[in-house]
């Protein structure tokens, strides 16, 4: 898989709201009700990062959960992320 340039990253951010590039890598974080609410929605991105088997870095503190995605094979982010970043706003519901 080929590595976008900052360029083609820079552009396909502006289809997805909240995403930032920083660190070879394409970041966001959301904020849910309650602890429950958060870890059902990472459930729910975990069975699709593993139909994807494109997996994210992130981490979870009681509502608030923050995503990093990047292509490790690659050294930097690609098409894949973006997929899996649109296929992340369409669970969440802000993909509509």
């Not at 083609?8 to 009700?33: C, M, N, P, V």
Request: net charge negative.
């Amino acid at each position: 898989m080929q590595i976008l340039d900052d360029n083609e990253i820079r552009s396909k951010l502006e289809e997805l709201e909240g995403w930032e590039y920083k660190d070879d890598a394409i970041h966001t974080s959301f904020q849910f009700e309650n602890f429950k609410e958060a870890f059902s929605v990472m459930v729910r991105i975990a069975f699709e990062a593993e139909a994807q088997q494109h997996h994210p870095n992130w981490t979870n503190v009681y509502n608030e959960l923050q995503i990093s995605l990047s292509t490790h094979d690659a050294g930097g982010v690609t098409q894949k992320d973006f997929k899996l970043a649109r296929s992340i706003e369409d669970i969440i519901g802000t993909g509509e």
